[in-house]
């Protein structure tokens, strides 16, 4: 059982920066892709990204890639998502989610075994 739970949502600039936080219980956080994802008023759930059990390996939605990055701190049970370049379009419920690492990273909603509450991220222009 792993329990997820996001912070340092806020309300930014278009062109600035975030870093969401993720905090995980449990002892066998190492053993867990983590995944980032995100929902728009009156959208679906979507992929931002995810990162492998040791950081080794991410990989990012088109639209995110070369302005975010995941980052995770298993001695700390913690997972970052730095957001720079903030578009509004970015505006968005940001979700952490966690799944046992079997080698690969997924990127569908219904993969993710485990969610937490959500941050709010509101791009201005």
């Known amino acids: 059982q792993v329990q997820l739970v996001e912070s340092g949502g806020g309300l930014v600039q278009a062109g600035g920066s975030l870093r969401l936080s993720c905090a995980a219980s449990?002892?066998?956080?190492?053993?867990?892709?983590m995944g980032w994802f995100r929902q728009a008023p009156g959208q679906e759930r979507e992929f931002v990204g995810a990162?492998?059990?040791?950081?080794?390996?991410?990989y990012y939605a088109d639209s995110v890639k070369g302005r975010f990055t995941i980052s995770r701190d298993n001695g700390k049970n913690m997972e970052y998502l730095q957001m720079n370049s903030l578009k509004p379009e970015d505006t968005a419920v940001y979700y952490c989610a966690a799944v046992r690492d079997n080698g690969y990273l997924p990127v569908g909603r219904n993969m993710y075994d485990y969610w937490g509450q959500g941050t709010q991220v509101t791009v201005s222009s």
């Open positions: 990162v492998n059990w040791n950081g080794g390996r991410t």
């Open positions: 449990g002892r066998t956080f190492s053993r867990y892709v």
